[in-house]
């Protein structure tokens, strides 16, 4: 008596099946991808930027074999990439800000400055942050149809001398 087959049941029919496909740019192959793959690309992200020395997504890209681009495609494309990728970006900010307070990263000097010019890529807080200083440190110049006009000092003692104006 022949031993019958099982069938697939749906759940390994939808890990196994073919959702899309990428270069490999280590091997300059296409590649499939699919459900499974997703998965696991979005758990080795988080436990990649668990690592001291992940610093940048290119890093990963570069480990995974897959192009920067075809990576924010599938950001925006996957929602299980997605909340992996804000995950990751979450804890790269965490340690990029503790590097920029220290000034040493992974171990290596780092100059604070450079970190923190970037930060707002990775940290929405900073960002959030960035943007509401932003709206103060643009003062209307015009109240009122008039233009104001600040005088600043550079030292109490120096006297203020104002140019008499052709309007």
Known sequence: MAKK???P???AVETYKVIDNYKDIRTWKMKTATSAFY???ARNLVLWSLQESAIHFSQFCAIQGISMKT???WIERY????????TARDFIAG???VGAIFSEIDGRKVNGNEITKYQTMYCRHYRDDVKWRSTLA???KFIAGKQVVIIDRISPDEPIILEPSDD
């Open 5 to 7: 087959i099982p069938k």
């Open 39 to 41: 998965n696991d690309l």
């Open 71 to 73: 990576f924010e495609t």
């Open 79 to 86: 929602p299980e990439v997605r909340e992996a990728y804000d």
């Open 95 to 97: 340690r990029r800000e």
């Open 9 to 11: 049941t749906k759940k």
């Open 138 to 140: 643009t003062p209307d």
